[in-house]
Structure formats: C-alpha cells, structure tokens
C-alpha cells in the first residue's frame, strides 16, 4: 500500500498488479513523503496538502472505503493533522503526529478530531520534522534539532520526560535557513540508537534509559 501523486493504490507485491485504488490528488505540487500506516483493517494517510484520511481495508476482497477526511479549510476550528516529513503512528484509539510546522497533535482515531497539540517538541517552522517510534508506555522522539526526547503520549498530554542531544543540525538540506536540519530518520537496535546529519552517524547507548 503506498500514495502516489494522485491517488492511494493497494498493490500485489510480487507482480505489482493493481488491487484498488482510493482517488487522493496532489495540491500545489506531489508532496506525500510521511509513510501510510497500517492499524489492523485501517489504513491512515496523511500529507501537507490533503491533511490526514483513514481508510478500512475489505476483509473479504481487496477494496478500501473512507471512514474519515480532515484538512484544516474544511475543518471549523482548523484543527487538523497535515503531516509533511514525520510519520504519524496509531497508539490504541488514538493517532499522534506533527504537522508540516512541527506542530504536534492527538487526534481520536474514530472521528480525526482534535484533542490537544504542543509546540515544544520541536520548535515550530516550515517542514519542522519529529520522527515518532513508539516504545512500550512511552514514545522516542528524534527532532530536527539533533535531540533525542523520551515522552509519553497519552489522550490527555504530551508529557517530556527527558532530552538529550545527539548531533549538530547541518545546512545542506536548508542552506541559510534556522541553521541546518536533521531530516533522517534514526534507527533503534540493541538498546541503542543510530541518528546522523549530513557530516557524521552516531550511536547512543540507551540502556541507562
């Protein structure tokens, strides 16, 4: 399952044949880099322009039906996730994610709506990325400002427990812009944590944590 420029596409993986397809077209310019998340029967798309859609895969045949649509000018309060770089993750009945401004949100997984955001993650900005990966009760952040956050991600909170930083954000993927980034995503392996900017990786040991 994967998005393309227009739309959202189930595939035969061996032969790559077509099994459906859900129309999801591009605005302003093809911009789907958060990968789609598979929860069970649902599957959850998210991107800058279109804001976030979750689909339910057929059981008996391959087919997909929509279930929800949020994007910020179809929404009264403007509430909505439109993710950019970081992919959001399912956690239960809920969806957390941060938005193409770094803006971090928990939406109900039934409905898309809104429940809190933070902006203390990652300081906010245009394409400002977190990446996600849940870990038991709690979440590992990895920000573009080189630091790694420990957090639990609850329907009530964002609540830090702790942050450390791990590397200094480089410029050739923002030349002259908040002074560099760091857009990969890290690794987790062995109680360690792998993360690297455009000069150098990095391993931390995790076990203290």
């Not at 000018?73 to 959001?88: N, Q, R, Y």
């Not at 995503?185 to 690297?196: I, L, Q």
């Amino acid at each position: 399952m994967c998005q393309t420029g227009d739309r959202i596409v189930g595939l035969n993986a061996p032969r790559g044949a077509l099994l459906w397809e859900y129309p999801f077209p591009w605005k302003s310019w093809p911009i789907g880099i958060a990968t789609p998340v598979v929860h069970g029967d649902l599957l959850l798309v998210s991107d800058a322009h279109q804001g976030t859609i979750l689909l339910r895969l057929g059981r008996d045949k391959p087919s997909v039906e929509k279930l929800w649509h949020r994007k910020q000018k179809e929404v009264p309060d403007g509430k909505a996730l439109h993710c950019l770089i970081s992919t959001p993750r399912i956690d239960g009945r809920h969806i957390y994610g941060a938005d193409a401004r770094g803006v971090l949100r928990c939406l109900r997984l039934d409905t898309g709506e809104q429940l809190w955001e933070d902006r203390s993650a990652v300081p906010e900005n245009n394409f400002a990325t977190i990446h996600l990966v849940g870990n038991g009760d709690r979440t590992w952040m990895f920000n573009e400002r080189g630091e790694l956050l420990i957090a639990q991600l609850t329907p009530q909170s964002f609540r830090e427990i702790s942050r450390a930083k791990l590397l200094e954000p480089t410029r050739d993927q923002m030349p002259g812009r908040r002074g560099g980034v760091t857009w990969s995503h890290p690794a987790f392996a062995y109680r360690h944590v792998f993360a690297r900017n455009d000069k150098e990786i990095v391993c931390a040991d995790l076990t203290a944590k």
